[in-house]
Nanobody
């Protein structure tokens, strides 16, 4: 059974940092593009960041560039989102996902950002940025 489980969310003051983790089971994350999405109040779910399975190419939403870093630990079958200099508008539920655009044996992260090409999803973790 494929399962992704997020952790690391919480309440943080503006300017603070959080690291979200996502553990995979029933699938090998190394084989897929991995992504982070978020659902903010009153808005549709949006792709925040993704990384391809082989060439390591990444995408970051403009509003998080320079503040967020996506990474993976293949030995642990884990993925991460390091979030620094957090702002109130980063508040939301964050979801990890695995999948991506399939081409010639590899899964890629779209340069337009992650969207509907991700098939495995976590349950979400709440991030609240507030003083």
């Amino acid at each position: 059974q494929v399962q992704l489980v997020e952790s690391g969310g919480g309440l943080v003051q503006p300017g603070g940092s959080l690291r979200l983790s996502c553990e995979g089971s029933g699938l090998t994350l190394e084989s897929y593009s991995i992504a982070w999405f978020r659902q903010t109040p009153g808005k549709e779910r949006e792709g925040v960041s993704c990384i391809s399975s082989t060439d390591g190419s990444t995408y970051y939403k403009d509003s998080v560039k320079g503040r967020f870093t996506i990474s993976r630990d293949n030995d642990k079958n884990m993925m991460y989102l390091q979030m620094n200099s957090l702002k109130s508008e980063d508040t939301g539920i964050y979801y990890c996902a695995a999948g991506g655009l399939y081409y010639s044996g590899s899964y890629y992260c779209s340069n337009k950002g992650p969207s509907n090409e991700y098939d495995a999803w976590g349950q979400g973790t709440q991030v609240t940025v507030s003083s």
